[in-house]
């Protein structure tokens, strides 16, 4: 039992289930759109594996620095598993479009400015007044939506920008809660959502965008039928987990229900296909 809770809070503190999240939300983009491949959502895997662990390493906030001494007990394996997931992230970079790597520039460079100070005022993009979660999203939609179609020589056509759309806000209103729990940490010059609205009216937004999520799949021509109940009972299941989310939840409550389900939405979309 205590090897079972050991290997659990490995599994989240080491952000390896967000990377899974990550991998199926590339995979979902890649089954509506008919295309059988794994190259994109594998390094969309690594490649979050890498990004979030450099994040937490640059160790700028106290949400951080409250991983410092569990990160200190496990630096080995931490060390061999990003070190591996860079050769691995090598290897599939190679097999990329040259297109799709130029779409990856901007994210990558948000990832390292998002936390990596670029003003004579010492201020990084995490900083800068409601950012926060617009980058996080805009990045999480680019990456899983536009940058497999892409590598894929896939047109952007409006059937794309629409699950561009459905995705953003999709994943806008399930990063809520995270800014929810930050409301500790944050500092009031972040002007996160929940900061500027409170936390009541954060939910209620997150709750219009996740209804607008669900009706989205009406208007995509590449959604097959069954996804469709895939998509609402995904939004169903959002909805409670957004509308529960306080303060003082646990911190699996985000790190691993709210993180689960783009893991659920994925196997569900294979369930109904």
Same mark, same amino acid.
């Not at 999240?21 to 890498?50: D, H, R, S, V, Y």
């Not at 990832?111 to 990084?124: A, D, E, R, W």
């Not at 900061?195 to 590449?222: A, E, M, R, Y």
């Given at each position: 039992m205590i090897f079972l809770k050991r290997f659990f809070e490995f599994y989240i503190n080491s952000y390896i289930h967000v990377s899974v999240a990550a991998f199926c939300l590339t995979k979902i983009t890649l089954i509506e759109f008919g295309i059988q491949e794994n190259t994109t959502p594998l390094f969309a895997l690594f490649a979050t594996f890498i990004s979030y662990n450099f994040i937490r390493y640059y160790d700028v906030s106290k949400i951080y620095i409250t991983f410092a001494g569990w990160a200190k007990v496990h630096k080995i394996e931490l060390f061999l598993l990003n070190l591996v997931s860079l050769i691995f992230?090598?290897?599939?970079?190679? /097999?990329?479009?040259?297109?799709?790597?130029? &779409? $990856?520039?901007? =994210?990558? *460079?948000?990832?390292? !400015?998002?936390?990596?100070? %670029?003003?004579?005022?010492?201020?990084?993009?995490?900083?800068?007044?409601?950012?926060?979660?617009?980058?996080?999203?805009?990045?999480?939609?680019?990456?899983?939506?536009?940058?497999?179609?892409?590598?894929?020589?896939?047109?952007?056509?409006?059937d794309v920008w629409v699950t561009f759309f459905q995705r953003f806000i999709?994943?806008?209103?399930?990063?809520?809660?995270?800014?929810?729990?930050?409301?500790?940490?944050?500092?009031?010059?972040?002007?996160?959502?929940?900061?500027?609205?409170?936390?009541? /009216?954060?939910?209620?937004?997150?709750?219009? &965008? $996740?209804?607008? =999520?669900? *009706?989205?799949?009406? !208007?995509?021509?590449?959604? %097959?039928?069954?996804?469709?109940?895939a998509t609402a009972l995904i939004t169903i299941l959002s909805l409670i987990l957004l509308n529960l989310a306080t303060e003082n939840r646990s911190k699996y409550y985000t790190s691993f229900w709210m993180e689960s389900l783009p893991i659920l939405w994925f196997f569900l979309i294979v369930f109904f296909k």
């Amino acid at each position: 039992m205590i090897f079972l809770k050991r290997f659990f809070e490995f599994y989240i503190n080491s952000y390896i289930h967000v990377s899974v999240a990550a991998f199926c939300l590339t995979k979902i983009t890649l089954i509506e759109f008919g295309i059988q491949e794994n190259t994109t959502p594998l390094f969309a895997l690594f490649a979050t594996f890498i990004s979030y662990n450099f994040i937490r390493y640059y160790d700028v906030s106290k949400i951080y620095i409250t991983f410092a001494g569990w990160a200190k007990v496990h630096k080995i394996e931490l060390f061999l598993l990003n070190l591996v997931s860079l050769i691995f992230l090598t290897v599939l970079t190679l /097999k990329l479009r040259t297109e799709a790597l130029f &779409l $990856l520039i901007p =994210f990558t *460079l948000a990832t390292i !400015f998002y936390v990596v100070p %670029f003003t004579p005022q010492n201020k990084n993009l995490r900083d800068i007044s409601g950012l926060k979660l617009i980058l996080i999203t805009i990045s999480w939609a680019g990456v899983t939506v536009l940058f497999p179609l892409i590598n894929n020589d896939y047109l952007l056509t409006k059937d794309v920008w629409v699950t561009f759309f459905q995705r953003f806000i999709f994943l806008f209103a399930v990063t809520i809660p995270f800014d929810i729990r930050d409301l500790k940490h944050d500092t009031p010059e972040m002007k996160t959502i929940p900061q500027i609205i409170g936390v009541k /009216k954060s939910k209620l937004l997150g709750s219009i &965008l $996740l209804l607008i =999520f669900s *009706l989205l799949d009406f !208007f995509s021509p590449s959604v %097959f039928e069954n996804s469709i109940i895939a998509t609402a009972l995904i939004t169903i299941l959002s909805l409670i987990l957004l509308n529960l989310a306080t303060e003082n939840r646990s911190k699996y409550y985000t790190s691993f229900w709210m993180e689960s389900l783009p893991i659920l939405w994925f196997f569900l979309i294979v369930f109904f296909k």
